[in-house]
């Protein structure tokens, strides 16, 4: 390369970017090299052209020979099914209309798509006659225990300043306050007027009570949310009625009841002797030492009222549920485990 060549190959163009590097300048190269191309001085009228969606189709192509419906030899056997066939005729493999009647293009499809239609079989599924529920039983077959019902009370009342007379009455938190004390009654005089036996009287429980914003303010809503575990012989739905006529005033509150379940065993007082023989037959032939009636409620009653022979069994008792340190103790882990092992195999 010529010496004058060589100074002007080092010598950066004009308007280049100029940085450091070891102590002397270099230019900064584009990413891009190259000179840049000219606008077009027709770009403006290139702009106003029309845009054409396709190429127009060459005038040597005609139609495509052949009657209406008739099988495309150049096309394979799924693309050639997509015909609409003669007008007025139906497909015989497929459902079509009324005689005479042009059948819709969507119902000449494939056979293929006969594979996605809905079925009508009802689907099989395995039947058992004997059930074991896993809960904390204290390993001991409980063969009866309590339904259950749940419901939200949402209270309404009138918003103000709370120094006005009128908060005691309008307060949405005082009327859910005075049903819940009538509630809380009616369940201890359940409890000591019910029936005798371990499962008797109403349990009742109100989980979560939400209203109001401030002290010096009236509550207009609150929300109390609670469950009911009645004794067998009490439909958990009419015990759940039976506490919602006990609103002071049924304009101001709405109940919306939410999980309801039979007590096993289910079907009522003409199923219970019957249900508790069967039940009592299943723990002695699996060798499951019999425990006492629970107040909680299983799965094992919709298994109940599948008409299966159900019982509950497993480690650990409900007094350590739900609380802090729950625990299960360990030989009761392994005496399960035993029973369970002997049960399956």
């Keep these: 390369m010529p010496p004058q060549r060589a100074r002007d190959h080092h010598r950066p163009r004009r308007g280049a970017v100029l940085v450091r590097r070891g102590g002397r300048q270099q230019p900064l190269h584009p990413r891009v090299p190259g000179p840049l191309r000219p606008v077009p001085a027709d770009i403006r009228a290139r702009a106003r052209r029309p845009v054409r969606a396709c190429r127009p189709v060459p005038p040597d192509i005609g139609p495509v020979p052949g009657p209406a419906g008739a099988a495309r030899p150049d096309l394979s056997p799924r693309t050639s099914d997509l015909s609409p066939g003669p007008a007025g005729a139906a497909r015989p493999d497929l459902p079509h209309g009324p005689a005479g009647a042009a059948p819709p293009v969507f119902a000449d499809l494939s056979t293929r798509t006969s594979d996605l239609s809905p079925r009508t079989s009802t689907p099989r599924h395995p039947t058992f006659r004997s ?27 009138t918003g103000g300043h709370a120094s006005a007379a009128r908060a005691l009455r309008d307060s949405a938190v005082h009327e859910a306050v005075r049903w819940a004390s009538l509630a809380l009654a009616r369940a201890g005089e359940s409890e000591a007027a019910g029936s005798a036996g371990s499962l008797r009287g109403l349990r009742l429980n109100l989980g979560a009570v939400e209203g109001g914003l401030k002290a010096n303010m009236i509550a207009s809503a609150a929300t109390v949310r609670f469950g009911v575990r009645p004794p067998p012989e009490l439909p958990p739905a009419a015990a759940l009625a039976e506490l919602f006529a006990l609103a002071p005033d049924p304009e101001r509150v709405r109940f919306t009841p939410g999980f309801l379940a039979p007590p096993l065993p289910a079907g009522g007082p003409g199923r219970l002797a019957d249900a508790r023989a069967a039940a009592a037959a299943l723990a002695e032939r699996l060798g499951l030492p019999p425990g006492d009636p629970v107040d909680f409620w299983t799965e094992a009653a919709l298994f109940s009222a599948a008409g299966c022979d159900v019982l509950v069994y497993g480690p650990g008792s409900i007094d350590q549920a739900h609380t802090a340190g729950e625990y299960v103790p360990l030989a009761d882990l392994v005496e399960a485990a035993n029973r369970y092992r002997a049960i399956l195999s």
């Design 131 to 157: 059930v074991v529920v896993g809960e904390p039983t204290r390993c001991r077959a409980v063969l009866e225990h309590r339904g259950i019902g749940t419901a939200t009370a949402a209270f309404s009342g």
